[in-house]
Antibody, heavy 120, light 110 residues
Framework: EVQLIESGGDLVKPGGSLRLSCIAS????????MNWVRQSPGKGLEWVGRIKTRHDGATTDYAAAVKGRFTMSRDDSKNMMYLQMDSLKVEDTALYYCATDFSTAYFGSWGQGALVTVSS | EIVLTQSPGTLSLSPGERATLSCRASQSVSGRYLAWYQQKPGQAPRLLIYGASTRLTGIPDRFSGSGSGTDFTLTISRLEPEDFAVYYC???????????FGPGTKVDIK
């Protein structure tokens, strides 16, 4: 059974930093592209970014709203994915889900989310 | 950047009725890269349909998707009690990679 568990959510001040983690189990993590998707009451569901497999260069793509501030990485030896969030803004407040890629364009399995609150 | 709109915002129906949900894109969705997700309170979204009309394995056949270009539809032929939820459409554009979700349609019990 696929399982994704996010951690690291917290309350942080505007301009601060936070790192989220996602641990995966139940599938061959190293062979799967991974994503972060966030959800907030004001903006609904919003794709944050994705990281490809090492075989595909472990390259990353980001949504315009977070490009240059957020960085995704993965450690296949630990079945872990990370989201480093810098220069956080109030509008980054959301529940952050990690999700597996499905057929390049979609999200097949999701975690339960990590809550990030950016507030002074 | 493609913007998705969904209508209606809320659909109030009774079990056994047919639900028709609409998703409209601001420009043509290439390759029919359009998906539908279901989300229940306190849960993560669940992928139901991708490629506009292909059901994920295990999704009941009362769920069907159709459409192309800018207009897409999710139909639930006969609502079961567990189908009352919020439904989101999502599109993908490969170059450059961008993904957008619609604002959702809530299907609630009348």
């Amino acid at each position: 059974e696929v399982q994704l568990i996010e951690s690291g959510g917290d309350l942080v001040k505007p301009g601060g930093s936070l790192r989220l983690s996602c641990i995966a189990s139940g599938f061959s993590f190293s062979n799967v592209w991974m994503n972060w998707v966030r959800q907030s009451p004001g903006k609904g569901l919003e794709w944050v970014g994705r990281i490809k497999t090492r075989h595909d260069g472990a390259t990353t793509d980001y949504a315009a709203a977070v490009k240059g501030r957020f960085t995704m990485s993965r450690d296949d030896s630990k079945n872990m994915m990370y989201l480093q969030m810098d220069s956080l803004k109030v509008e980054d407040t959301a529940l952050y889900y990690c999700a597996t890629d499905f057929s390049t364009a979609y999200f097949g399995s999701w975690g339960q989310g990590a809550l990030v609150t950016v507030s002074s | 950047e493609i913007v998705l709109t969904q209508s209606p915002g809320t659909l109030s129906l009774s079990p056994g009725e047919r639900a028709t949900l609409s998703c409209r894109a601001s420009q043509s969705v290439s390759g029919r890269y359009l998906a539908w997700y279901q989300q229940k309170p306190g849960q993560a979204p669940r992928l139901l349909i991708y490629g506009a009309s292909t059901r994920l394995t295990g999704i009941p056949d009362r769920f069907s998707g159709s459409g192309s270009g800018t207009d897409f539809t999710l139909t639930i032929s006969r609502l079961e009690p567990e189908d009352f939820a919020v439904y989101y459409c999502q599109q993908y554009d490969a170059s450059p990679p961008s993904i957008a979700f619609g604002p959702g349609t809530k299907v609630d019990i009348k």
